[in-house]
């Protein structure tokens, strides 16, 4: 006497299933968050290469003599930094000779919620561009706690580099 056979189909389990969602739904948790760090030190990077653009601006304004002003007799450009804001001021000499008259030259504004950690100013005197205070400056930006700076050295040499500190 035959009796009957029973074929069983190859397929998955549901605990197999629900085991492989799983670990997919962890693999993209781990891959997005990798891949937002990603973002905010990219917009890092790209502020402060536009901070320390605006920095080798004043530099060479002092080095060529820029006049600001038309008409006056230029003594050095200022760079300042607060909050989200960063400003360029052109100061020029009075009748007598003296460095006390300015006007601001450019303003600008940090991008996707970068900001300054804290606030400061330097400046470039003419002709040599020689920065003042003369020690080296160093210029943070952060976003989510991660921190960029940016790097003024007493030399007049201008980088950007990762980190809280320049090298």
Known sequence: MMQPTHKTLAAFSLIELLVTVALISILSGVILAVSGNDRTSEQLENSARQVAGAFREAQNYALTGYQGVTGT???????????????????????????????????????????FSGTGSFYFTLPHAIIVPANNVTVPLTKAGITHVVCVSATGLINNFDGTTCP
């Open 73 to 115: 007799d230029p003594c050095r450009f200022t760079v300042a930094w607060s909050g989200t804001g960063y400003t360029t001021t052109y100061s020029y000499k009075d009748g007598a000779g003296a460095c006390t008259q300015t006007a601001s030259l450019r303003s600008y504004q940090l991008a996707d919620g970068v900001v």
